[in-house]
Structures are given as C-alpha cells and as structure tokens.
C-alpha cells in the first residue's frame, strides 16, 4: 500500500500542527509560537515549540522534532504510513491508494502487518466457521464470550494439524522468510515447516493504532502437555515491553474517564471489556514495563491495578507500584478474593459486585502496609522496622514534595509511629536515590562531554558558530528549507554546494539540490521528511526554530526590513554576503599561489585573475547581485 506524495503533501497542509499536538499536549502560546511540557522526555518547565507558521515542533531539551507526521509516529509509536492514515482519518481526507505506483516496494513494516492480518483472518474463520474449531468454540462459550466479542478482538483458532497454517500461507502465497521471522512457523533440521501455534486459542496482539503485531497462543484445556501460552517473539513490528493489550479498544475510554484499570491476563480483559468496563489494559505476559507506563500515561495518570490475589499476583502488583509510582502516576489496588481472577469473579458475582470491587481500591500504601500486616511483620519490632522501611522505599520515588509528606502522615498514624522515625527513613532512602541519580547525571556528563568533542570537531552545532561568514551561510541554509521554489533557485545559481563551508550546510544543501533538479516537491515538509540522519535533522530544526532566527538578528541590524525572510532584499543580501565570501577566499587562493609562482608568465594570469576577483568583489559590496 503506497500514498501518493501528493496525497501526503495534501494531508500535511491541511493540518494545522498545533490543534493536532495540542490533543496530547497542552500548548500555550509564546510568542510567535506555542510551547509545552515534553511528551518525549521529563522535564519541569517547556522546552517542547511548536510552530504554527513552519508547522514544525522542536523539543530543545532533547532534540525531538519534525513536521506533524514525525510527531504522530513518535508519539504513538506508529509507522509513517499509519500516521498519514490516521491524519487523513482525522481531517476527512479520503485515502485512494495509488494503483499505477502500487507496485513500488512496500516498506518491510507494512509487509509484516500484512502477513499478521491476514493470518488473524485465517485464525477467526477457523474459529467462527470452520467444523474443526468447535473446541475453541466451546472453550469461549463456557467462558460466556459472545460471538461480538470474539469479532471485536479478532479471537481465533490455529488448527491443530502440524502444517494447516503452512499450507494456507503457500495457497495465499505469502512470503515464507517473513512468516518464520514473525514466529508464525517454524522448520524442522530437514528443513519441513510447521505451525507454531497449533491447537491453540488466538489472541491477536494489536498496537495502540490497532494494526496486528504479533499473537498470544493459549492451550485448550484438553491438552495440557505444552506450555500455557505461547507468544510471538519480537520482530520488527512487536517490542514486547512496549505494547499494551488491549489499549486500542480502551483508549478513548479511558481518556474519557482519565482512569485505566491494569489487569493481568488477556481472558480478565476481554470479559470485562464485554461487560461494560471498557477503561481496562493487560499486561500481558510480561511484568509492567516502564516504556508501558509511558505509553499508558499518555492517556492517563490513573491506574487501578487489578492483579490476581495469588503470591505472583502480589508480587507482580509490588513490582508494578515502583515503576508507576516513578512515572508519577496516581496507584490504587484492588483485588478480587483469593482462588478468583477477574474473569471468574465477573462471571460469578456480576458486575455490580465488581464494581464494588474497583471503588474500595486502596492506596498503594494501605494496600502494601496490609500485605506486611498479613505476613506478622508488624508484631516483632524488627521486622515492623523492616516493613517501614519498605513502606517507605516506594514514597521515596515520588516526586511531588506534598504528596510525600502526605503518604508519610499516613503512614506514621497508620502505625502509630513518630512521624521523625519516619522523615528520618525517607532521607535516607531519598539520599540512596540520589547517589543512584548521581551515578546517572555523572554518565550523562561524561556522554555530553563526548558529544561536544565530537560536535567541535565537525563543527556542527549551531551554538557554536560565532564566525559571520557561517552565520550567514546558516541562513541559506535556512532559507533552503523553506520551501520556496523561487527563492531555491536563485540560491543554486548563485552558490554551489562546495561553496559551503561545513560539511552539515553541504548535506542539507544536497538534500534540497537533489530534490530541485529532479523536480520533486519542495515544501517545506516535504523536504524535511528527505533528511535521514538524526544530526543533521536535530540542526535544521534548531536552525529553523526561533532560537537562532534569521530574522530576529536581521531585526537588530535593520528595522525597516520586513519579517518576510522571502522578501527580494533580504535574499538578495544574503547571497551577496556569500559571494563576497567566496571571493574573499578565491583573492586568498590565489595571492598565495602569486606568492609561491616561479613562473612568470603564470604570475601575470594570476595577477590579472585577482583583478578581476577584486572587481567583482568592489560592484558586489556597492550594488548585490
Ligand atoms: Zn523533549
């Protein structure tokens, strides 16, 4: 599937970048600009720009940037072509793949995505339709799932021959190569294929945008000789620890409660789904990851945790309140009666008694101080000093000052405790996380000093540039890059790209001279979307941010100029300023070669060339070109 470069140029200008980011960060404006607090990274005060003339967004704390298309798919983590869908999505725009160019190479994402989609069409017809899923079928009928549900989450069945995939994979003709990469099967030594998933319950494993990435495989009763569930292993398009399951059919719901309820298992989740309680996510196979707690708290800062009420149920709650609480999320726990899980407590009690069940959550403090209690700590005087100290480990990690002195009243007239005890615990567990902090911002030093090595070596950061002369070349550089097709013509009959000092200016010169010559759009966006290297796309954005803008310093060195950076004069001024400093260079060339000449009549072209450069230097400084 391939969108016409038109169709993404449409998208893009149809979309204003600030009311599509201003849905995930809040904007005020600055200025000319709007800024905001970094989804990319933690920060106290705004360094995130978003530019509404230049429909770019620029994080100067950690160099995240692009046009509105870069945001979606960093923030969503999506794929370029699920950005421009979900944009056009957005606006109404209709999406019409282009047939003619249809036959160009997909990229190898979108082939994968293929693959799993259709095999997840494979896995529900098995189940819905086929005379050999009546199993898997009764598997779920016990489990009251409705047949809307299974259709929701694309529930299926692998059959359980050794090769029925493999042989629907070679009637369809898919790739074989990609289908062993993405785990769907795999060879013996002699080289035969066969299913991975045989006579398992499918559940598909979809992104936040809800493409297919991957499948969790769960035995059926009957057969309980192989491991439980079976997933699929990493690939290109699945990153275990960064998928949340279920997030794309509880986004909105969750947005609209701001609350997410975290359960464990893929069975919890769609039974409660089905029952109304649509503002819930799985972990899924693998503890809570922090890079999950990130994606979730893009939607909320909410969570309920709702693990079983098993040892690994608590343990995997314990575990989750520290990678929570350090994302600052607001934790409660609640939990269904030991020997239950969601799932059966639903369909044993309903969901009025469930409900129940979400509103009394406790804290995370009530909740872990009752799991000492439950354990005896609290009756020997050692091992209550004990649980205090683990108690308040996990306030430690918390980094609203309140919030802290808060958890630590409470603690302290839970127990019965001098609160000084307690501050005195809290210092020390703090002090503990900061020589661990320490230990980082020390890296983080170190990391920074290389990267200034390495930066005054090629010259490439923009702070850095003092000389007048690379300055001004910056701004060509600028100017390139915006897009105006009459003003990049100018600038390359003027200057060639060797003309360019830096090595930086001559590879983003290069980008644009490409496109230019070979007539392909020049907007903008277009041209950004062309840089591949991160360095160099991180210096444009700071070049064409406001922090270093051309007109900001041209205001300085003359007011009546106009804000236009297109305007005639100021190109015209820029160029000449170049072309100055190139002949500036070439008299210098050659002086030295007059210098070093034995050769007379080599002298004498050489002094007439440095007339002729010197002329054209003198109408240049009277007139610009
Ligand atoms: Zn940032």
Redesign the pocket.
């Known amino acids: 599937m391939r969108i016409p470069e038109s169709k993404i140029e449409e998208i893009r200008s149809s979309a204003s970048i600030v009311d599509i980011i201003s849905d995930y960060v809040q904007l005020r404006k600055r200025g000319k600009n709007f800024i905001g607090l970094?989804?990319?990274?933690s920060?106290k005060t705004p360094?995130?720009t978003v530019s509404e003339e230049k429909q770019i967004f620029h994080?100067?704390?950690?160099?995240?940037g692009g046009n509105v298309f870069k945001f979606l798919m960093e923030y969503q983590k999506i794929s370029f072509v699920e950005a421009v869908q979900e944009l056009a999505e957005k606006l109404g725009i209709n999406l019409e793949y282009n047939e003619e160019i249809g036959t160009e190479k997909q990229s190898e994402q979108e082939l994968l995505y293929e693959i799993n989609t259709t095999v997840a069409r494979y896995f529900s017809d098995n189940l819905l339709k086929s005379d050999r899923g009546e199993t898997a079928r009764k598997y779920f009928e016990n489990r009251k799932i409705k047949i809307q549900t299974m259709r929701s989450f694309g529930l299926g069945f692998a059959l359980s021959g050794r090769d029925d995939l493999v042989n629907f994979l070679n009637e369809k003709k898919i790739d074989i190569e990609r289908s062993l990469n993405l785990g769907l099967i795999s060879s013996y030594e002699d080289g035969r294929l066969y299913d991975k998933f045989s006579g398992r319950i499918i559940f598909p494993i979809f992104s936040p945008n809800g493409r297919v990435v991957a499948f969790a495989g769960r035995v059926l009763e009957t057969e309980k000789k192989a491991a439980k569930y079976l997933n699929s292993p990493e690939s290109l398009i699945y990153i275990k620890g960064r998928i949340l399951y279920g997030l794309s059919h509880a986004k909105d719901e969750i947005r609209k409660l701001d609350k997410a309820i975290i359960v464990e298992g893929y069975m919890d989740l769609i039974s409660l789904f089905q029952n109304g309680i649509k503002n819930i996510v799985a972990v899924s196979g693998t503890a809570l990851t922090d890079e999950q707690v990130q994606l979730l708290s893009r939607y909320t800062k909410n969570v309920v945790l709702l693990f079983d009420a098993d040892t690994a149920g608590i343990k995997a709650s314990m575990r989750s309140i520290e990678i929570l609480l350090k994302r600052d999320m607001d934790i409660k726990i609640a939990s269904v009666p030991a020997g239950e899980d969601p799932d059966s407590f639903l369909n044993k009690y309903g969901k009025e008694r469930f409900d129940e069940i979400i509103l009394g959550s406790q804290n995370f403090l009530e909740y872990q101080s009752a799991y000492y209690e439950s354990l005896g700590m609290f009756k020997e005087p050692a091992k209550m000093a004990e649980a205090i100290r683990e108690l308040v480990k996990p306030v430690a990690l918390i980094s609203d000052e309140l919030k802290r002195t808060l958890l630590i009243k409470t603690i302290a007239s839970n127990f019965n405790l001098r609160e000084k005890l307690l501050e005195n615990e809290l210092l020390r567990a703090l002090a503990e996380q900061d020589k661990f902090k320490g230990r980082e911002i020390a890296r983080k030093d170190i990391n920074q000093k290389v990267n200034e090595k390495s930066i005054a070596k090629t010259e490439i950061k923009s702070d850095l540039i003092s000389d007048s002369n690379l300055i001004n070349e910056r701004e060509i550089i600028e100017l390139l890059f915006m897009g105006d097709e009459k003003s990049i013509k100018r600038i390359f009959e003027n200057i060639q790209i060797e003309d360019f000092e830096l090595e930086i200016h001559r590879s983003l010169a290069k980008i644009v001279y490409d496109s230019f010559s070979k007539n392909d759009e020049l907007s903008a966006g277009a041209l950004l979307d062309k840089i591949a290297e991160a360095e160099e796309q991180n210096y444009l954005m700071e070049i064409i941010s406001d922090k270093y803008s051309v007109s900001n310093r041209w205001e300085e060195v003359s007011d009546s100029i106009t804000h236009n950076k297109l305007s005639e004069k100021y190109l015209s001024d820029v160029l000449r300023k170049k072309r100055i400093d190139i002949l500036n260079k070439m008299i210098a060339d050659n002086t030295k070669k007059i210098e070093s000449s034995q050769d007379e009549n080599e002298i004498l072209q050489l002094m007439r060339n440095e007339v002729e450069l010197k002329n054209e230097r003198t109408s240049l400084l009277k007139t610009g070109i």
């Open positions: 970094c989804p990319f990274h920060e360094s995130f994080c100067f704390g950690c160099h995240t």
